[in-house]
């Protein structure tokens, strides 16, 4: 590997380094705040800010929300509805569980993200020891995918398990709310192609042991 390629790695692993301290910072922060609301939110009547996904309308994998109107002039409208609408409902509660289970979610996906950072980091330390082709890397770059694949499928459903809960505690007025259940496509996508990639590194790895007993 030339210096070029070298620094390049020493870069990411930098941008990596500090990615994984302020993340870590962030987690521990919201941990302490999850763990001291019921302390703080039950004795008084501190309000917390809550965040979310809802989807606009009934339905939560097409949600359909029927407006009232007509066409305007000589324009002839049978019928108006805004289909497939999302959004985040933003919230205060003094109801310390209600918003525990709003930043639950926030909470693991945060540390999935920390610890997908954390194993870059080993692989980009091996690459700049110039020895990336490794059974160790392969399993490392197969759990990534398998985490994105998990992720892409877990994540949804707790978004809807948590907006459903919440939206069980809301009474919204002239407007439906439902809890959303969106399949990540692109992550799930990106899961297979990590997959891939971890093959054709296997591949390699076997190619440079090969390569070394023969020589």
Known sequence: MNAQKRISARVVKIWLDVSLVLGGIFWCLLLLWLLLSPLVM???????DGVVQVAIGSGSLRPVLSLSGTGSGSARIDSLRVVDGRGELRFKTTTWWLHFVGA????VG???VLFVIYILRK?????????P????????????????LVGG?????????VARIILGQI???GITLSP???????????????LVLATVFEYGVRLESDQSLTI
Do not use: Q, W
């Not at 039950?42 to 917390?48: F, I, K, N, Q, V």
């Not at 692989?123 to 020895?131: F, K, L, P, S, Y």
């Open 42 to 48: 039950s004795g008084s009547s501190t309000s917390a």
């Open 104 to 107: 639950v979610t926030m909470l």
């Open 110 to 112: 945060t540390f999935a």
């Open 123 to 131: 692989i980009v330390v091996t690459v700049t020891a110039g020895r």
């Open 133 to 148: 082709f490794t059974v160790a890397n392969v399993r490392r770059i197969r759990l990534i995918g398998f985490l994105l």
């Open 153 to 161: 499928v877990v994540i949804p459903l707790a978004e809807y398990l």
């Open 171 to 173: 009474i919204s007025e």
């Open 180 to 194: 959303p259940f969106d399949l990540n496509g692109g992550v799930i996508l990106g899961g297979l192609l990590i």
